[in-house]
């Protein structure tokens, strides 16, 4: 029989229950869960992922409806230290499917790799979260314009295309 979830603790840890009474958001929620499933269980999903095993797309699929910061930060971490590549391309193609606004300041980094896939996954990450609503154009623009002079011409297109989406607006 599994162990009840004590709600209270949980709010008072994410810090929703103020004096006038309870905040509540879908970020909270995102957070509740992740702190449910516990860091070590994120890190193996990453991992079950990176692996392409049976129910990969189904771990992946959970850490894009969640977005937990662990697992940003473990994609992360992959991508810096793995030495298989694609390791290192795979943990930067589920960031892009998990990230939010938290991963900008990353993004420069991917388009400098010397690896012309990690460099649109990188572009690729931008416009999810743009795509997503998760990040505005103000926000974009300064990697938006890395992107417009970058070597890379699929880079190059990925900007083309996320400018066009801002002038749909």
């Not at 860091?39 to 049976?54: F, H, L």
Request: hydrophobic share 40%.
């Amino acid at each position: 029989m599994s162990e009840k979830i004590n709600w209270k603790s949980l709010a008072e840890q994410l810090g929703t229950l103020r004096d006038d009474g309870e905040i509540s958001s879908a970020g909270y929620a995102r957070q509740a869960i992740e702190m449910l499933l516990g860091e070590e269980n994120i890190r193996q999903a990453v991992e079950y992922y990176i692996g392409g095993k049976p129910g990969s797309e189904l771990a992946r699929d959970v850490l894009k409806e969640i977005q937990p910061w662990s697992a940003m930060e473990y994609c992360y971490d992959i991508y810096k230290s793995s030495a298989d590549i694609r390791n290192r391309r795979l943990a930067v193609e589920l960031l892009r499917a998990v990230a939010d606004y938290r991963v900008l300041k990353w993004i420069p980094e991917f388009l400098g790799d010397e690896d012309e896939e990690i460099q649109m996954w990188g572009a690729g990450i931008l416009d999810q979260l743009v795509y997503t609503g998760l990040l505005s154009g103000e926000d974009a623009e300064e990697v938006l314009n890395k992107m417009d002079k970058h070597t890379n011409p699929n880079v190059r297109e990925i900007a083309g295309l996320i400018r066009k989406r801002f002038e749909g607006v």
